[in-house]
T-cell receptor, first 112, second 113 residues
Framework: TQLLEQSPQFLSIQEGENLTVYCNSSSVFSSLQWYRQEPGEGPVLLVTVVTGGEVKKLKRLTFQFGDARKDSSLHITAAQPGDTGLYLCAGGQETSGSRLTFGEGTQLTVNP | NAGVTQTPKFQVLKTGQSMTLQCAQDMNHNSMYWYRQDPGMGLRLIYYSASEGTTDKGEVPNGYNVSRLNKREFSLRLESAAPSQTSVYFC????????????FGQGTRLTVV
């Protein structure tokens, strides 16, 4: 059973477009992280959000944690080819210590 | 900056063969993890070790065993490989606390024929 569901699974857009990736669950998470993975590499952390309603910005990327801490979104403004990669959300729960539950991932391709 | 180092990077096994995937971290982290990554499935936790001397099953432990050799090293063993174990395997480490970042190795691409 996948506790975290990401959508869309695949996204192919043109350079300069905006996009949003969603991460949803029926469970409450104490934290939500977003990772980016490039081919042949392991995932690398982009951001951690821990408070319901929290918004964090990382240059052209905006991350939001839902008020009820059951969902999150990643918005990219004016996407660039360098943004291409697999984006993974990962949730931490109070009873799980440092363990994370990962979503299925969103494969983003930004075409020049 | 080595971080998390996995060996080997690629491996082809015949059904029924055994092998051990090695993982070492140099960040003095207490917790270590083994994940498998399959298309459309994200990362699924196989086993983890919260601290030296402890190991626990994750979401998909069947067919695998682990050994936390010391604080730095955490190995994953396939005793009798099956085609269903064809996957990319990632080792990760983190501090033993909430909201902490997980650091990943580069992965081992395993094919079982």
């Amino acid at each position: 059973t996948q506790l975290l569901e990401q959508s869309p699974q695949f996204l192919s857009i043109q350079e300069g477009e905006n996009l949003t990736v969603y991460c949803n669950s029926s469970s409450v998470f104490s934290s939500l992280q977003w990772y980016r993975q490039e081919p042949g590499e392991g995932p690398v952390l982009l951001v951690t959000v821990v408070t319901g309603g929290e918004v964090k910005k990382l240059k052209r990327l905006t991350f939001q944690f839902g008020d009820a801490r059951k969902d999150s979104s990643l918005h990219i403004t004016a996407a660039q080819p360098g943004d291409t990669g697999l984006y993974l959300c990962a949730g931490g729960q109070e009873t799980s210590g440092s363990r994370l539950t990962f979503g299925e991932g969103t494969q983003l391709t930004v075409n020049p | 900056n080595a971080g998390v180092t996995q060996t080997p990077k690629f491996q082809v096994l015949k059904t029924g063969q055994s092998m051990t995937l090695q993982c070492a971290q140099d960040m003095n982290h207490n917790s270590m993890y083994w994940y498998r990554q399959d298309p459309g499935m994200g990362l699924r936790l196989i086993y983890y070790s919260a601290s030296e001397g402890t190991t626990d099953k994750g979401e998909v432990p069947n067919g695998y065993n682990v050994s936390r050799l010391n604080k730095r090293e955490f190995s994953l063993r396939l005793e009798s490989a099956a085609p269903s174990q064809t996957s990319v395997y990632f080792c990760a480490s983190s501090e033993l606390r909430r909201f902490t970042e997980a650091f990943f190795g580069q992965g081992t691409r395993l094919t079982v024929v």
